[in-house]
């Protein structure tokens, strides 16, 4: 049976790459941290390191996202729902870093958004969805 999201088939080869990807990651990291709660991180930590937030969203996002960030990702091509483009500042301006560390962990569904975003939080400690929110903010600053 293909795997769903939001009723809708991923298909078995995105099933397979994403199930692949987020295990082999999980390998590495080990195991999850506690989520921050409501309110509890506002902006991204100053400790956080885009470098190996690349190195994560490499692993989990751009799979879908792209590898630029751009939303032009192979696993959800054909899609009724475009990912995000990072790329896009004005769009990302309006969007907090809590937003974004809310959407890594709690998924589109978390946030009001797309179900086919999966959640993250069970997977990432919380500076690892840190890492990954400089990273993001890294590629928009790099955009035209």
């Known amino acids: 049976m293909p795997m769903t999201r939001g009723g809708r088939s991923v298909g078995y080869a995105g099933a397979i790459l994403a199930a692949g990807a987020a295990l082999a ?3 590495q990291v ?3 941290a506690r989520s921050a709660t409501k309110g509890e991180a506002k902006k991204a930590e100053p400790k956080a390191n885009p470098r ?7 692993k989990l996002c751009g799979v879908c996202h792209g590898p630029e960030g751009k939303g032009d990702g192979q696993a959800l091509r054909g899609m009724p ?18 937003h974004l560390f809310d959407a890594i ?3 589109g569904v978390g946030v009001k958004k797309s179900p086919m975003m999966p ?5 990432l400690k919380d500076p690892q969805v840190w890492d990954l929110v400089a990273y993001i903010r890294s590629v928009i600053r790099k955009a035209p």
């Open 25 to 27: 990651f999980l390998a």
């Open 30 to 32: 080990g195991t999850p």
């Open 52 to 58: 190996a937030g690349k190195e994560i969203y490499e």
């Open 81 to 98: 729902v475009k990912p995000k483009s990072f790329t896009d500042a004005a769009a990302m301006r309006d969007l907090t870093d809590q």
């Open 105 to 107: 962990q709690k998924g």
């Open 119 to 123: 959640p993250f939080g069970d997977q």
